[in-house]
């Protein structure tokens, strides 16, 4: 399978807990885009990353979230100190750089913070 | 104004019937649009590219209206299956995409 995956597909964890998600994007798209996405809601962004460098980062994303590309393939958020309202579906994305083109997104992380 | 706006819905349409969204976007630069699907606790999925000439895929048929600053899907002999979540899709920027809330749509029996 050649598309985006995600890991874990569930997470339940406790508040206070932190819990670290990963992303591979499809091989050769150089952007990779993580979204947060609640009920009723569109994808709302959280950063993006072009190769490994982070180029932006929503004002949604508190100190607590963190997210790196080492290597400029895969990904990983990571949130600290988990709270309640962390509690939705965590999406990740690719789209190449050559051209605003779609994105194709993984079947995401849903997170219930208990 | 959001940035994308969408009519939530829902839009509750017999089978076989015609059905259309509209999404209007604020930023006049935007670039590219898109259609997404989105089924119950999935992933998004591509729908369609929007193209300023309009497109068509099989049922489905996607147009941009710059001047006004929407764009719209149409869907032809609506089946049980159409049944989703519709989001629209805009590129204000060079790598930006900003979502609308999604429009959804249930196809009745």
């Known amino acids: 399978d050649t598309g985006v995956s995600q890991d874990p597909r569930h997470k339940i964890t406790k508040r206070g807990q932190n819990v670290t998600f990963r992303c591979d994007p499809i091989?050769?798209?150089?952007?990779l885009y993580w979204y947060r996405q609640t009920l009723g809601q569109g994808p709302e962004f959280l950063t993006y990353?072009?190769?490994?460098?982070?180029?932006?980062k929503s004002r949604l994303l508190s100190d607590r979230f963190s997210a790196e590309r080492p290597k400029g393939s895969f990904s990983t958020l990571e949130i600290q100190r988990t709270e309640q309202g962390d509690s939705a579906m965590y999406l990740c994305a690719s789209s190449p750089t050559a051209y605003q083109g779609a994105q194709y997104f993984g079947p995401g992380t849903r997170l219930l913070v208990l | 104004r959001k940035e994308v706006e969408q009519d939530p819905g829902p839009f509750n349409v017999p089978e076989g019937a015609t059905v259309a969204f509209n999404c209007t976007y604020s930023?006049?630069?935007?670039?590219?649009f898109f259609w997404y699907r989105q089924d119950c606790r999935k992933e998004p999925k591509l729908l369609m590219s929007?193209?300023?000439s309009g497109n068509e895929d099989g049922r489905f048929t996607a147009q941009l209206n710059r001047a006004s600053q929407y764009i719209s899907l149409l869907i032809r002999d609506s089946k049980l299956s159409d049944s989703a979540t519709y989001l629209c899709v805009v590129t204000p920027g060079t790598y930006k995409y900003i979502f609308g809330t999604g429009t959804r749509l249930k196809v009745l029996a």
């Open positions: 091989s050769e798209h150089n952007r």
């Open positions: 930023n006049s630069a935007s670039q590219s």
């Open positions: 990353f072009q190769n490994e460098a982070q180029l932006e």
């Open positions: 929007v193209y300023s």
